[in-house]
């Protein structure tokens, strides 16, 4: 019997039906050993793709950091501002972040010292010029202050 169920799977594989020469039996094994059908589906993977099968894009989000010249250029602004003491250097560090949240405090904003795009408003009263490629979120007035 064994050889005529490796010899039907082999047939059924072949052909898509069961071989005439089993009769009943051949049909009751048909059933057990039904390859899949070429018309369903696998299962979805775990990862999403899109339509097409390709991987989306990833979106940059949020607001890029300034560049050393215009974190200068903000340092400057806040020491005409009287806020910030001593050289401009380019780099946000404590002291410069703590400038950002005094002016912020001083200018009615909420003091989260980091650099938004109300902020670069606000100083734009104080002599930092007007960047032309600024963010997305800053030419909006994004979340960040």
Avoid: C
Wanted: aromatic share 2%; net charge positive.
């Amino acid at each position: 019997m064994r050889v005529f169920t490796g010899i039907f799977s082999i047939a059924l594989l072949l052909t898509g039906s069961a071989p005439a020469a089993l009769g009943a039996a051949g049909a009751g094994a048909a059933k057990k050993t039904a390859a899949p059908s070429k018309g369903k589906k696998p299962a979805a993977s775990k990862g999403k793709r899109s339509s097409r099968g390709r991987r989306p894009v990833a979106r940059v989000r949020g607001q890029a950091a300034p560049t050393v010249e215009r974190l200068r250029e903000v340092q400057e602004a806040l020491a005409r501002s009287g806020h910030y003491r001593g050289k401009p250097t380019g780099h946000l560090d404590a002291s410069t972040t703590a400038a950002l949240g005094a002016f912020q405090q001083a200018n009615g904003l909420d003091r989260t010292g980091r650099l938004g795009a109300l902020t670069l408003k606000k100083l734009e009263q104080h002599g930092l010029p007007a960047n032309s490629t600024m963010t997305a979120a800053e030419q909006t007035g994004g979340p960040m202050q």
